[in-house]
């Protein structure tokens, strides 16, 4: 199937939205982000190219001024807090997690208060009071404590659940760039259209909703940056749709 062929389904669902006199809107969230690194140069110079807010998920541990520099050169960038260190407090054959309840709370609080100190600190012009859980898991039980801590909003993967959006606000993201259980680099672009229409066609009968894609600069293969690039070209560069940041998107949620 030819390049512009795989496109064919999102532009068919852009233009549906366009008819309808609505506007998509989409917002990016990358995730691991410690040291500055070619990898997340080339991020940084992708979203400013057109123009797309990212919502950069820094892991506090082990950050330091020499990020701190770099995102100051990056005003599309907004660092929120992912977790403290990554760090798998699992037990063998468990699912990894770093924010379970496998500690005692009061350990794992005081690192997440830490995270937010230290992100606000490095970060002052660009730091949002978001949590990002690492492997996107969380304990039900901590969620409770987050408001206590500083956190304004929650950030994980897949649709937002109920009862903890009463807790805190829920921004989260629906479409992975990455192959994890495969390949590990960047899944099939005919798939991701896919996931990313149907999403779209979600909000269009829930009439409206931010749809998160979600990406890791520093294990992308091309096939990743290129369908990232693509992305951009067709939606962002539109004036039809809109690319969100997580600060407009915590504003919105406070609305509601």
């Not at 701190?68 to 798998?88: D, F, I, Y």
């Not at 991701?192 to 992308?220: D, F, K, N, P, S």
């Not at 096939?223 to 407009?248: K, V």
């Amino acid at each position: 199937m030819m390049d512009d062929d795989i496109w064919l389904p999102l532009r068919h669902e852009l233009e549906r939205w366009k008819k309808a006199k609505l506007r998509p809107l989409f917002w990016l969230r990358d995730d691991d982000a410690v040291e500055p690194t070619p990898a997340l140069d080339r991020l940084l110079a992708l979203t400013k190219a057109h123009a797309v807010p990212v919502a950069l998920a820094v892991i506090p541990a082990g950050a330091g001024k020499a990020l701190a520099a770099r995102l100051e050169e990056a005003p599309n960038a907004t660092a929120v807090v992912h977790g403290w260190s990554h760090a798998n407090h699992a037990a063998a054959g468990e699912k990894k997690q770093e924010l379970g309840a496998h500690r005692p709370v009061d350990e794992v609080t005081w690192e997440l208060r830490q995270g937010v100190a230290r992100c606000a600190e490095l970060f002052p012009g660009n730091f949002a009071p978001v949590l990002v859980p690492p492997w996107n898991r969380i304990d039900g039980n901590l969620i409770r404590c987050l408001p206590g801590l500083g956190f304004k909003a929650l950030s994980v993967f897949g649709a937002a659940n109920a009862a903890n959006g009463e807790i805190l606000p829920h921004i989260n993201t629906h479409v992975d760039l990455m192959d994890w259980h495969g390949t590990r680099g960047g899944r099939p672009h005919g798939e991701l259209v896919a996931a990313i229409v149907e999403q779209m066609q979600l909000r269009y009968e829930a009439g409206g909703g931010a749809i998160g894609i979600l990406t890791h600069h520093l294990v992308h293969d091309e096939g990743a940056w290129t369908f990232l690039e693509r992305l951009f070209s067709i939606t962002a560069n539109d004036e039809g749709n809109d690319w969100a940041s997580i600060s407009d998107l915590m504003v919105q949620r406070s609305m509601t």
